[in-house]
């Protein structure tokens, strides 16, 4: 798609929603799966002077319901039948919509008419109008202010029901701007759209970077396709949650598995090698000094730390490059890749140094939805074991009394959709947004991560302990792919385990051990075993009052859909704990 015809069929859909009767400030809800219509809609929306509402693709009906009342969206914008339906189902319970638009018309034929538009019969309407206004589109572009509402942005909801993040024009922009301060991001570079446009990470690089940079957006055929996809474009730049790299990591180590003797040998060889490396360069927080409550730290207070190579690392990066890190980075996508943006999870400090081993550039960053911004930045030249960066130019940080972290900057929240006092309850009358999240913060201006707040356990000896630092010691393990530490209130530490069903099904069929469903992967002996063996490795590392003394596998995947987990794939430990209490009592 040229940046001409981009430019059209925006204009048109833009001039189409006028002609629909939209007026500037309208909610415009957008469900649908990342694609081209998508970034026209998004874009059409601001250009009339809209306010783009997100869902996710996978947002369940009674989210969507939430949603449009709590948006007071009056245009639905649907991706594909699934998504028309839950938007007819709020119709027939009553609420008002004025149009409901569909990109992929399949299957809606019986809707058709005065309600249900296809995004074809939208754009000829547009055309029609700019045919008899050529000058209307441009009117309307140059209305819209920095300090108009850009989007209402749903929380993934871990605790509850999404909230909607207010955000005004210039914060995607200024996200841009602290984007291209990370990586400089350039016309010749490619990037893999698949992380929902819906994510306020995905919504900054897909929209406001590639309209800054020229950069390529390709997009995935869907969200089980990524790992062939990314192998396909090969992008330059490639934004990752830590499952996919967990996914990609796991998949190598079954091909590895299945390998011959030679080769494994060769693999297991680089991989050391490039592990060395990483272990000498490896700069650890015990060596800085923390700050004190309330007192605030700046990019002026930064001092970067550099990783440093020697000749001799050089060398033997060369040699493991030529045998198995180039063909092992072209296999899974990341060739040519520049930079690795990995967020919206916390990452295992094994997972981040087996990606670095290989060559892979990891950039490791903190952001939130509020923020629509990255205020800190683990860049690999400048890698600190243990934290998520430094603080960015422009950006300050501080925390409380009680450890949670504050930051103040270029950030366009200005609130929640329907909540008065939302606001002030996350940013106080200095300018500091509040988190949610425990941290550390360094006078060399790093930041590390301890976990959220609200999820910190105590148990029944008075021990604080956040299970975000042990689950993911337990989700290195290739056999786990989601670890829940349970223990508020008790006298010591459980976990829920759920497997990843590839590596441990590859383990059984290697060892001749059969099995039928998930559920009789996880009652089988020797899987319990194997996931017992791999909690000792992770005690091994951890305090006392931190092991894990009993765990049990939970016999199916978990999912967005049964209302485990958020649609970026955060668990939802209210909800899990009800659905598995059963489990947890037997290991009390």
Sequence with gaps: MSWRDYLDRVRRFTLGLIGLGLTRGDRVAIQAENCLEWLYCDLAIQCAGGVVTTVYPTSSAEEVRHIIEDSGARFIIAG???????????????????????????????HRGDLVLSFKDVE???????????????????????????????????????????????????????????????RRDSWLSYLPLSHAFERIVAIAVHLSTGCVVNFADSIDTVQADVAEVQPTVFGAVPRILEKMKTGIDIRIGRATWFKRTVYRFAVMAGMRRVTRQRIRVSAFRSVPPRRAVSFADVRPVAVRWSPADW???????????????????????????????????????????????????????????????????????????????????SKTEEGELLFRGPMGFVGYRGKDLGSVAIKDADGWLHTGDLGEIYDNGYVAIIGRKKDVIITSGGKNISPEFIENKLKASPYISEAVVIGDGQPYLTGLIELDADAVGDYLRRHGIGYTTQRDMA?????????????????????????????????????????????????????????????IDEMY
């Design 80 to 110: 594909d039948q699934e998504h028309l339906d839950k938007a007819l189902e709020l119709i027939a319970q009553g609420f008002e919509v004025s149009r409901v638009i569909v990109f992929d018309p399949k299957g809606s034929r019986l």
């Design 124 to 186: 000829a309407m547009g055309a029609a109008l700019d045919a008899a206004d050529p000058t209307r589109f441009e009117s309307l572009v140059f209305a819209v202010k920095p300090d108009d509402i850009y989007d209402i942005m749903y929380t993934s909801g871990t605790s509850g029901l999404p909230k909607g993040a207010m955000s005004v024009q210039r914060g995607p922009v200024e996200g841009a701007r602290a984007m291209l301060k990370i990586i400089p991001i350039g």
């Design 315 to 397: 060398l033997v990066h060369a040699l493991g490059y030529v045998a198995l890190y180039r063909p092992l980075r072209k296999q899974i996508g990341l060739l040519h890749v520049r930079a690795v943006l990995c967020g919206a999870a916390p990452m295992s400090e094994e997972l981040f140094e087996y990606f670095m081993a290989l060559g892979v550039p990891i950039t490791n960053g903190f952001g939130m939805t509020e923020l629509h911004n990255i205020p800190t930045v683990s860049r690999p030249s400048r890698y600190v074991c243990g934290t998520v960066g430094h603080v960015l130019p422009g950006w300050e940080t």
């Design 523 to 583: 009652g089988n002996a020797v899987v319990k075993a194997v996931i017992q063996g791999e909690v000792e490795i992770v005690n091994a590392t951890l305090s006392r009052a931190e092991s894990i003394k009993k765990f049990a596998i939970i016999p199916r995947d978990l999912s967005h859909d049964d209302g485990e987990m958020t649609p970026t794939r955060k668990v939802k430990r209210s909800q899990l704990a009800n659905k598995f209490r059963p489990l």
